[in-house]
């Protein structure tokens, strides 16, 4: 017989807006505090201290658009966060400060969150959905210098940019971009030559998240249709279907693979979080907690495995912190 579903380890409530985004900063050595950054729809972020299951800091910096990206640079007192009042903005947290320290003015207005990639010690690359409505800019941080503009060819409609992901396979190698768009159709992008490698359709609404495992070179989408579709990349760099998994009810706001490659989360329209295993795509378990849609789910980057957590944030103004299949 199947175990019940884990009730929440913890829940976290004080956002008093809907939680759009989530972000981890837990592997650092003692005595440093896990984190957890939430952003919201009404312009704040959270730092929550995972200690004391509070809120140490709340930054205002959005002008009460909703936050629904947030990363760390390099520790955790540097921070990336991107909103609807269509800024990137880079703050400096160290000893205590609450101050943006740089901001990038996008000028798309869509819900394409940005993707960062470290390249070298302090130098970042940064894809992000651009003005004309189908192209994707990649700039570099900290000098926001532009390295190029991803542009589908003439006649592809694409439609706009909806998630991006970049990623190299080792450190030194070439950068490179997934995107997933309006139509459908994933986007595998050669970023220092500017041009797309392969194209795949893998859904026949828009790709509303996707992640990636460099490693099994393997990836996963979700939409706003009832099917999770799994695609690799084989030698000659093209995208292909790998399978398909179709799920009890439509919708999928954000799906993200947890660091060590053994099982994926995916937040429901439901309201509900389904885990899965990633070699297989075998359902593992349903949470449901919330009385909305989930918005984004995250995995925590603790080193020690025992102490790894999934948290969820939701319309319904709460986030749920879980612990599950952590030992494995």
């Known amino acids: 017989m199947a175990l019940p579903p884990p009730d929440p380890q913890f829940v976290l409530r004080g956002t008093s807006a809907a939680v759009h985004t989530l972000h ?3 592997g650092g050595p003692e005595p440093d505090i896990p984190l957890l950054f939430s952003g919201s729809e009404n312009g704040f972020i959270h730092v929550w201290n995972l200690k004391t299951h509070r809120v140490d ?19 955790k007192d540097r921070l990336l966060s991107q909103g609807r009042d ?32 470290k390249v070298a010690q302090g130098r970042w690359l940064m894809a992000m959905a651009a003005r004309s409505l189908e192209e994707v800019q990649i700039l570099e941080l900290p000098s926001k210098t532009s ?23 080792s450190c030194g190698s070439q950068p490179v971009l997934l995107a997933g768009y309006e139509d459908g159709s994933v986007v595998l992008w050669n970023v220092s030559m ?23 070179a393997k990836g996963i989408s979700g939409s706003s249709e009832k099917v999770l ?9 093209n995208l292909q279907v790998y399978k398909t998994h179709e799920l009890v009810n439509a919708g999928i706001s954000d799906i993200t693979i ?11 329209w439901d309201h509900r979080i389904r885990i899965f295993g990633w070699k297989k ?17 995250s995995f925590s980057d603790h080193s020690n495995p025992r102490e790894r957590l999934l948290a969820a944030g939701s319309k319904d103004q709460r986030i749920s912190v879980w612990s599950i299949y952590a030992q494995t």
């Not at 947890?258 to 429901?268: E, Y």
Request: aromatic share 6%.
């Open 281 to 297: 795509l075998k359902p593992l378990a349903v949470l449901d907690y919330h009385t909305a849609t989930v918005h984004c789910v």
């Open 147 to 169: 390295v190029c503009t991803l542009k589908p060819e003439v006649g592809a409609k694409l439609g706009m940019p909806m998630c991006l992901k970049l990623w190299q396979l």
């Open 258 to 268: 947890r660091p060590d490659k053994k099982i994926l989360a995916t937040a429901g």
């Open 86 to 117: 269509q800024r990137i903005c880079l703050w400096d947290l160290a000893e205590g400060r609450t101050s943006v320290t740089d901001s990038v003015f996008m000028e798309h207005v869509g819900f394409c969150r940005c993707s960062l990639l």
């Open 24 to 26: 981890f900063s837990c």
């Open 57 to 75: 800091t709340a930054l205002d910096g959005h002008g009460r658009k909703s936050v629904y990206c947030v990363e760390t640079m390099s520790g």
């Open 229 to 237: 579709s799994i695609w690799s990349l084989n030698e000659q760099q």
């Open 194 to 216: 500017g041009k797309a490698l392969s194209q795949l359709i893998c859904h026949q609404e828009p790709v509303m998240s996707l992640d990636f495992d460099s490693e099994k």
